[in-house]
C-alpha cells in the first residue's frame, strides 16, 4: 500500500505570496493531520481533518487554513507569507480520528520564504 | 537535517550496543504515546506506541517502556546498528477525543560502526 504522499516537496515563494500544499492519504485513511516542523520550534501541530470538517486547530494565525476533500485528499494554505513561515510541513494519515489512532507521516513539503 | 534544534540531545553509541533514549511528556491525560524515527530528509517514520494502560511494550529490537507516575517513556533499540542513526521522537496524544500529537524536543542517535 502507497505511503502518504505531499506535493510539491520543495517550494520556493516570497514574502507576501500565498501557498497551497497538498495531501493524499494513505489509501482507506480517512483522517489528516497537518504539523509545521521548523529547528526552533519543533514539530507542532496544526489542524485535523476528519469527513471534511477540520476537528482540531493548533495555535496558529489565520493565515494557515486547510481543507478536506470527499476522497479524503487534503490540502493546506498559507497566505500572506512570512519569512517565519519556512519550514518542513508533515502531512500524516490515520484510519479514523480516534485519539489512540496511529498518525503516518508523509515525507513532508519543504518551504523556503524569501 | 530539518529535525535537528540548536539544543538537541545527542546519543552516540557504538554499533552492537543497546541504546536506551529518555523523554519526559508534559500532560498527565495523555493515554497514547508513539515513537518515531526521522532520517535527514524524510518524514517521521513510525517505530512503536503504546497505551497508557501497559507500562511495556516490545517490538523487532524494540522495546518501549512507560512509567505514568513520573509522565516518563523510554525507547530501548538492541544491538544498535548504522542505520538506526537519526533523530528519535516521542510523541503525546493530547487531543481530547480527537487527533493532536505533541512531539518532544528530540533525540539525536549516532552509531559508530
Known amino acids: 500500500k502507497a505511503g502518504v504522499t505531499q506535493t510539491p516537496r520543495y517550494l520556493i515563494k516570497t514574502r507576501g505570496q500565498q501557498v497551497t500544499l497538498s495531501c493524499s492519504p494513505i489509501?482507506?485513511?480517512?483522517?489528516v493531520s497537518w504539523y509545521q516542523q521548523t529547528p526552533g520550534q519543533g514539530l507542532q501541530f496544526l489542524f485535523e481533518?476528519?469527513?471534511?470538517?477540520?476537528?482540531n486547530k493548533g495555535n496558529f494565525p489565520g493565515r494557515f487554513s486547510g481543507r478536506q476533500f470527499s476522497n479524503s485528499r487534503s490540502e493546506m494554505n498559507v497566505s500572506t507569507l512570512e519569512l517565519g513561515d519556512s519550514a518542513l510541513y508533515l502531512c500524516?494519515?490515520?484510519?479514523?480520528?480516534?485519539?489512540?489512532?496511529?498518525?503516518?507521516f508523509g515525507p513532508g513539503t519543504r518551504l523556503l520564504v524569501l | 537535517g530539518e529535525s535537528v534544534g540548536l539544543h538537541l540531545p545527542t546519543l552516540s553509541v557504538q554499533e552492537g550496543d543497546n541504546s536506551i533514549i529518555n523523554c519526559a511528556y508534559s500532560?498527565?491525560?495523555?493515554?497514547?504515546f508513539i515513537w518515531y524515527k526521522q532520517e535527514s530528509g524524510k518524514g517521521p517514520q513510525f517505530i512503536i506506541d503504546?497505551?497508557?494502560?501497559?507500562d511495556k511494550r516490545q517490538g523487532q529490537r524494540v522495546t518501549v517502556l512507560l512509567n505514568k507516575t513520573v509522565k516518563h517513556l523510554s525507547l530501548q533499540i538492541a544491538a544498535t546498528q548504522p542505520g538506526d542513526s537519526a533523530v528519535y521522537f516521542c510523541?503525546?496524544?493530547?487531543?481530547?477525543?480527537?487527533?493532536?500529537?505533541?512531539f518532544g524536543t528530540g533525540t539525536r542517535l549516532l552509531v559508530s560502526p
Open positions: 500524516a494519515s490515520s484510519l479514523r480520528d480516534s485519539k489512540q489512532e496511529t498518525q503516518y
Open positions: 489509501s482507506g485513511h480517512r483522517s
Open positions: 481533518y476528519f469527513s471534511e470538517t477540520q476537528r
Open positions: 500532560n498527565s491525560a495523555s493515554d497514547y
Open positions: 503504546i497505551r497508557s494502560n501497559m
Open positions: 510523541a503525546e496524544n493530547a487531543g481530547t477525543g480527537f487527533q493532536k500529537l505533541v
